[in-house]
């Protein structure tokens, strides 16, 4: 399957989520696939709308498009989280509560996922669709959602993509090369790397390294291309990794040169130092910093992860793995839904500062876990929510949950991609795109 | 993915031996196997009716390997199917095998190579240890490393690393770092001692800049006594800093260091009750002595940005003495001495002996006084708990022996900076290259570097800086990075390397190269194993082999719940992580049978651990070898680490259990489970229990085909907790039940019982280890074509009933080893 050229990519606009949902479910002993069955009804299927942007390169826009990726690794309670009404009319669920003020601006997905098994292992699959032991079968590894629209933004803003987390985060990010992207923990870090300046003397320093390491991949070429001539055939591919990192790395001086000299925006708040933060505190911190971020186009990709980890203690619980097990008990999913609740309060201020900074409508927003629900280690029906981006939000949105019509979580990462402007034909294990608010309307698809 | 699944190539069988063979085969799959497995029914998605006589391609291959695995463990057919007779599935196991073995040398394999490996983030740091002479543990050049893809458990499979954009910049900021560090132009330095004296805090107007531990506060007083107690837990209110360096920014050398600290334990035994917390009466009392950095930290951390512990001591002597180690510490660094298990945090101390010790007389004039420093003070003051008595600290070193470093002249050799120049800096990077490649470099794999050094040089770069980019060019070179052994029968110099990296996870020594050079090293490989085992480098092999082959890991990523309050407390990880780590070290120094892992009566264990265990009579910190007899565990099934790291942390699941013991000591891994199966969710209201839960799954009979072989192995487990402590009741009260049936039709009531079932099977289990190693060995996963070899080596260890170092040294005397 995975050597198959996929067709151009089809956009489905769903209209009515529930009418959708009835022509869906038309014919379930049908053994084609989900695309298939979408194709052969002939009646999902509309062109999507186009916006009204009128340039086609997205790094000369006045107002880019920004993608921000938030996810949790021990997933939220389904019962707080998915509401039982379909459509714009849902009641809030209690984690979904603190987000009432921003409703018209939002979708809640039910029945996505990436059909991973594997629990606390396959949550790094949130973004990617792919586990990392799968990475090599698949043709861009397990590349993450945030990454690959960073390689679309590409040197036009300082920052590719600014990916941070609370302690350790949960293994969201990876590049096309199957890594990982360990997220910047430490709020200091972050800030000193957006709005702080090198002295002129630390920018002749760095202009010698970045000199000097530029002859030193030359020569380090050269060294693997004679260590190649020995070598047999999956030797050789081993070492073509080699002279691709080369490659990436010459990629990445071009762009530190190219910023070297330029000066950084002045921060609007006081200088964010090196102290010991309650995590809680942390989780506001990152979301301002990125917001600022944002606004001053220093990136169009950011991330926040919260891990394992995370210290439920500040709110007076118990620890957050230990309450994930809640084994159905009444009180341990009391305390989880304040930590839910704290988390998507942080969300529904984030959006408010976005909405304040007028960046919010270019800014989409990817909510959610790559874990359901926790006591039962469970990565289906994911809990996701899209955020922003000026696109005709649908409250809740119910995917079909029977087995061979499910749509594949990755579907929908390629409409939000297709969204931020990427032209990729597939990602993870798409088999399409998927926008239900006609998000997959982007500028370059017509 | 196991297996490469190749062209057909066609094999004629044309004895009249092999035609019967294949003609009893066929019947017996016929009558045994191919109602559930043929062309009605493919239960579980084997199809063996379709299976052709010849073995034409690994597929094939594989599903006979597989059913010959299944008649060898008793789990096929189900027991409440018709059975072969013994002597027709002995005779059915034979031909297959030998069918097998006769495909396996038939089939193009491309198996027996593996593929040009990168040195994985583990050896990276020891290489760079072993080639610069640098101290690792402490520094560690890999520590942001992105984490290794691990296939099977391994972390140095050829395949599954990747070399990225991201990695080659961190390897160009290690290399900077190494030599850095490496490079001693200066002076030797000299030997420096540093006193300081009780009392440990201080007052006024000089304590401006210190941090906060040495200042006195509500819990730290000016003591009248030529001692200082701590009271606290740890850093806090536990511990003290070093006054001499606190301000010259920590020792100005790396180096090894003598610490001396003039110490004494009062208070052990005491009549306060719960206020002391869980602190035991009687408890010696640990000190242990920390090398801290405090640059660039904040006060919320106690000050101090990074730390390394040194060592640890209990005390029980009421009088002073001198407690002396000689330790590593890096430059500026400084030394802190704690008081490890200090009952309480100071602050919570005081508050607690005024509550709920408010009747001891001493404490009455504080009774119902407000928090303040005359209450703090006072209170500690009159407390007759347990305290950690320092009178004095002392520092003295570095103590160098040789100076400039082994690295520096790795680097440089004699030269001085000003002594450099175009062609001495040339046979530099020569020497330094054929170091650091461990074989000689090939044709144009170092004049690259070598030119780029040259035309830095015409560029007017200062000589030692060219030499030192020409150096770090080299350690983040392809030469450097990557282990290449070439193909077929491997030449002498790549046996050494693959030797050494097996053993100590880092290049050959002189002595391994030397033999090698001189072609002598292949025929001395037992007296190398056995020197080389015996060199204190070889732990990094028994840890990290361990860590590997027992998912080690699964420990520190998932936390345990901090409701285990002793698992904190007590420091159980590390115990039982050295458990482990010394048990496996153990069968290994006594060359002892492998069985000793399913039923050792013994294992090794500190006085928390074996209380843990429900074991009393264990005196000390220091793990030492305790007898099992009387208790329920025994082998690895027992051992905390093998518990542990099969949980989660905050519960236990017989399911993920049963993989866990299936995987690591049968050494078969069940197929994911199919999509969208019903899940199994934990309840403890009580309603339904885990075993009603999952005998309800196993209703389904596409669960059934593999829950039958998970479930039991991890119901066996059941009486033992997230963290491996004993346990006869679940949280909801009710009773544990930890009887079960094998596939076999054998049943068991309770783990002891299991554990003799399980030593039935121990040439699974032989097997299994004997596979893991070979993979470790080997840097690659093993395919069906190595199945010859393995049989091979378990045929001999059972001849000579050999142990772990026989299957070490017939690992390394077998083909696979020995060519690649």
Known sequence: MLGQRHPKPVFVAFKETRSSNELLSMNPSSNLNRRQLLRGTGIALSLPAFESIASGNPNSDKSPRRLVCVGNHLGFYPGNFFPKETGKNYLPTSTLKPLEDHRDELTVFSHLDHELNGGHKAVQGFLTSIKKEEAAGFPNQNISLDQAAAEHVGSSTRFPSINTGIDGGTDMCWTRAGVHVPPINKPALLFRGLFVNSSQGEREVERMRLKHQASVLDALRESAVALNRTLNASDRDKLDQYLTSVRDVERRLQISNEWLDRSKPESPIDEVLDEDRQHIDEVALFYDLIALALQTDSTRVATLETGLGFRTAELDLGSYHGLSHHSKSEDRIGQLQIVESFLTTKLSDFISRLKEARVFDDTLIVFGSGMSDGSIHSNRNLPVLLAGGGIKHQGHVVCPAEQHKRVPLSNLWLSVLHWFGSEADRFGRSTGTFSPMSIGSSLNNG | ?820
């Open chain 2, 1 to 820: 993915m196991k297996t490469i699944i190749h062209l057909a190539v066609s094999l004629c069988f044309t004895t009249s031996s092999l035609v019967i063979a294949d003609e009893t085969t066929s019947a017996f799959l016929k009558k045994n196997c191919n109602r559930c497995h043929g062309s009605q029914q493919q239960k579980a998605d084997r199809r063996f009716d379709t299976l052709p006589n010849q073995i034409k391609n690994f597929d094939d291959l594989e599903r006979y390997q597989e059913i010959v695995d299944q008649l060898n463990l008793g789990s096929m057919p189900p027991e409440d199917e018709p059975h072969p007779t013994a002597e027709e599935r002995t005779r059915v196991i034979a031909f297959l095998t030998q069918k097998i073995t006769f495909a396996h040398s038939n089939l193009n394999s491309s198996g027996g190579h593996s593929v040009l490996r990168r040195l994985n983030a583990w050896e990276y740091r020891q290489t760079i240890g072993d080639v610069l002479g640098l101290n690792v543990e402490v520094w560690d050049p890999a520590e942001d490393f992105p984490a290794e893809v691990k296939v099977g458990g391994f972390d140095n499979n050829g395949e599954g690393l990747v070399t990225s954009g991201i990695l080659l910049n961190h390897y160009f900021a290690a290399a900077e770092e190494a030599i850095r560090r490496t490079t001693q132009f200066g002076d030797r330095p000299t030997s420096t001692k540093y006193v300081q004296k009780s009392p440990f805090y201080f007052d006024g107007k000089d304590t401006g800049d210190l941090p906060k531990l040495f200042k006195v506060d509500r819990f730290r007083f000016i003591p009248e006594t030529p001692y200082t107690d701590l009271y606290g837990r740890d850093y806090r209110g536990g511990h003290i800093g070093f006054m001499p360096l606190v301000r010259e920014g920590g020792v100005p050398f790396s180096g090894i260091y003598t610490i001396r600290v003039r110490a004494a334990a009062v208070g052990l035994t005491h009549d306060y009750g719960k206020a002391l917390g869980d602190f035991r009466n009687g408890d010696p009392l640990v000190m242990e002595v920390a090398a801290v950095d405090r640059r660039g930290s904040v006060e919320s951390t106690g000050n101090v940005s990074k730390m390394t512990s040194l060592a640890r001591v209990e005390l029980t002597n009421e009088e002073p003495r001198w407690f002396e180690w000689n330790v590593y510490m890096e430059a500026g660094y400084e030394p802190e001495v704690r008081f490890r298990n200090g009952p309480l945090a100071a602050k919570r101390l005081v508050r607690l002996l005024t509550t709920q010790a408010a009747d001891k007389p001493e404490f009455k004039p504080f009774i119902g006084m407000k928090g303040s420093t005359e209450k703090g003070h006072g209170v500690l003051k009159a407390y007759q708990g347990p305290r950690l008595r320092i009178w004095e600290i002392e520092l003295e070193g570095p103590h160098i022996e040789t100076w400039p470093s082994v690295g520096h002249r790795a680097l440089y050799g004699s030269l001085k900076p000003d002594e450099l120049n175009a062609t001495n800096i040339q046979h530099r990077l020569e020497t330094f290259g054929k170091k650091t490649f461990r074989r000689p470099p090939l044709k144009g794999e170092l004049e690259p570097i070598q030119r780029f050094v040259q035309s830095k040089l015409s560029e007017g770069v200062e000589p030692l800086r060219a030499l030192q980019l020409g150096c770090q060019a080299i350690l983040c070179s392809p030469g450097f990075l990557y282990l290449n052994l070439g193909e077929g029968e491997l030449d002498e110099v790549a046996l050494a390397s693959r030797l050494s990296y097996l053993l100590w996870s880092s290049p050959p020594d002189e002595t391994l190269l030397n033999l090698a050079t001189a072609g002598k090293l292949k025929s001395s490989l037992p007296t190398q194993v056995t020197r080389m085992l015996s060199n204190s480098r070889s732990h990094r092999f028994t840890t990290h082999f361990v860590r590997r082959w027992l998912d080690l890991d699964n420990i520190g990523t998932m936390p345990p719940s901090e409701d285990f309050l002793e698992y904190y407390r007590d420091n159980l990880e590390t115990a039982m992580r050295s458990e482990t780590e010394s048990f496996f070290r153990h069968v290994l120094d006594n060359n002892l049978p492998l069985s000793q892992f399913l039923d050792a009566d013994y294992s090794f264990l500190n006085r928390e651990l074996a209380l843990h265990y429900g074991i009393e009579g264990v005196q000390g910190n220091e793990l030492q070898l305790v007898s099992l007899k009387k208790s329920q565990r025994g082998g690895l099934l027992g051992q905390g680490a093998f518990l542990t790291a099969s949980a989660n942390g905050v519960d236990t699941s017989p399911v993920v259990r049963g993989i866990y013991v299936s995987e690591k000591l049968l050494g078969y891994t069940p197929p994911p489970p199919p999509p969208d199966v019903p899940t199994i969710e934990p309840d403890i209201r009580g309603a339904v229990s885990i075993r009603e839960q999952l005998e309800k799954h196993r209703e389904d009979a596409t669960c059934a085909e593999c829950h039958r072989k998970i479930d039991p192995l991890g119901f066996a487990l059941e009486n033992f907790d997230a963290i491996g402590g004993w346990r006869d009741q679940y949280q909801a009260r009710t009773p544990i039940n930890s009887a079960g049936k094998l596939p076999s039709g054998d049943s068991f009531r309770t783990v002891s019982e299991f554990r003799k079932l399980l030593l039935d099977r121990q040439a699974q289990f032989k097997r299994c280890l004997t596979e893991k190693l070979m993979s470790y060995a080997l840097g690659r996963e093993l395919e069906v074509a190595d199945r010859p070899s393995i049989d091979k080596i378990l045929a001999e260890l059972d001849n000579k009933n050999g142990g772990l170092r026989d299957l070490i040294n017939l690992i390394v005397l077998s083909e696979p080893f020995l060519s690649n």
